[in-house]
């Protein structure tokens, strides 16, 4: 099904207004927050009404102001007059909502005016609108359209006849409410379709309760009428004060739920919804929230409609959104998809952590600075960083220390579920950007930072792979004594990445739960401690300090590397008594088989001066391909000595996909290693090269509600890099 829905979130007005607690405006604005960053696109943020009336909406104009700070969001307020409407106009909003009751008697107790006189109310606030706001979209709705608690029964065609006047009098979409909740499918399907062969495109919005158990049924038999716009309130919120019996707004989380389900697009995070249900806890504690699927949680395997396509740049190779690509071609979908990761880091530490995220199906985004990540231009050993880590990864430039610039950098943390940083103590922090600082504004969001140490005695200290190995003892053991050595590749910045990668996952799984995003931590100097643990706890145990591994007594007999013909090298390994017998019967050591001095690996180890010799001189008469081939056939442990380089040929990496072609940034080929792990059988392929600087950028800030123009101007101030044709109106 290609189909999509607005889901327009009623809860901060409809439901507010009919709870007797007042929820706090810092708590409502934390709420439309976590809303918008589950990816709401509009809310019902208030209403403009006399505060003696709904005390707990007094705070009207201040709500309406924060939201107009959340990029893309329709900021929309009921009014139930042209007074309302002028203030709901003055504060900003994008959108009003006017409630027009078909009961004459709701329509008294409500607002106190007949449905003629709403009728007029309406002409005069869209005359009001065209002459001051004719930006602001007017949706009239009318209210009590299926019956009414009061008056009871509400004849068809008088609901018919007010929709009509309402198209008239210019409202730009007249919607049908279901105030009491008495409507059933039936009932829906036929005044919906009536509505729409009267008044055509200006048919707006399903707003339906669940009073009696049928809102998600009826939201149903309006779409299949045609209905692409449904209210909700997050917990089943809401109800008309003025109706009485009327309660349980239809339950956004459901109803989200079931147009995602089946294949309907809402654009929304399941997960990110079910999280916001924590800031609506914390504003109203005690009060019930409803829902199934909160009750229940997501099924297991559920792929949400929203999820199943990661768009791309323009321009940008393009591997099927959220799929994975693999030596054959294949793809699948993967188990981040629709989780956003904003990764502000550099060098390889970071990056490594969003490439295992971004493999995974994260959408990265790469935050770089205006010159782009330092990696880009490195040479020599550091050449291969940016096209390794930065895979599957967008890209936008934003200058940090312009007000712009930070602003983009907000709206982004506002639509993300993951920031991961790897800067120095306090950079970040100047920026207003530090992990207390981000995590108070966004609490739903998982802050990563990357460190060289935890929090301790060298926190401050400025660390390196380097450095810490050679303060955490893996340069000691790597090395011969007095010449300690680093290993021979960034062992620490890599797994250190790959520990922060698990503690996001972790994370995100305990705000499954709880509602709650968490500052998680990794760094180099404990991750080379847990690299040399093994030998710490040799030393606790055994009062021994382990040796450096050139020096070291080898567990197994035999366990070495050997020189043999033509000065090849290969090592070789025996490593259980098992393998003892079956190595000296394929090489006819009959005699060293039945030496009791050689009997266990224990002997063996002890009488490794004697044996090795023995054997180094045996097999210097074999070239190293014949040892592997006969090691191999033995099912013994073996290994040539390969170069990296080699390895971009090894047959075993071709024949099981591990390499993949990739374009780099300035258009060369080169190949790529993939991840050493697979999911249904399958690596986790290439989805996107690595980009060039900035070339997201553009898209991802139209996607947060900035305009072409806006953008082009911010290229052209210095505010973000992005090429001037990505940056301006395609049309």
Known sequence: ??????????????????????????????????????????????????????????????????????PGLTVMALVPNLKGAQAAIAAGVHKLTIPVSASQAHAMANVRKSREQMIAEVAQIVAYRNAHAPGVHIEANVATAFGCTIQGEVPEDEVLELACALAACGADETGLSDTTGYANPAQIRRLFRRVREAIGVKTGAAHLHNTRGLGLANCLAAFEEGVRTFDSSMAGLGGCPYAPGASGNVVTEDLVFMFESMGVRTGIDLNRLMAAREALKRGLPGEPLYGMLPEAGLPKHFVAASTKDISLSPGRSRKAGNETRTADGAGHDLPLAGIRVLELSHMVMGPSCGLVLADLGAEVIKLEPIEGDSTRKLIGSGAGFFPLFNRNKKSIAVNLKSDKGLEIVEALLSSADVLIENFKQGTLDKFSLGAAQVRARHPQLIYASLKGFLPGPYQHRTALDEVVQMMGGLAYMTGRKGDPLRAGSSVNDIMGGMFAAIAILAALRERENKGIGQHVQSALFENNVFLVAQHMMQFSMTGKPAAPMPHRIAAWGIYDVFTVRDQEQIFLAVVSDTQWQIFCESFGFDRLYQDPAFRTNNDRVQQRERLIPILRDAFSRYSAGELAQRFEASGLPFAPIEKP?????????????????????DGRAAQTVLLPITMNDRRLGLRADPPRLGMDGPELMRGLGYEFSTIEAFRREGVIFATPSASSNPS
């Open 645 to 665: 380089e080699h390895l971009l040929k090894d047959r075993h990496l071709l024949d099981s996909g591990g390499l993949v072609p990739m374009q780099l940034p």
């Open 1 to 70: 099904m290609n189909a999509s829905v607005l889901i327009s979130e009623v809860g901060p007005r409809d439901g507010l207004q009919s709870v007797k607690a007042f929820m706090p405006t810092i708590d409502k604005i934390a709420w439309i927050t976590a809303l918008h960053a589950a990816g709401v696109q509009e809310i019902e943020v208030s209403s403009f009404v006399p505060a003696r009336l709904l005390p707990q909406l007094a705070d009207a104009t201040e709500v309406v102001q924060h939201a107009l700070k959340l």
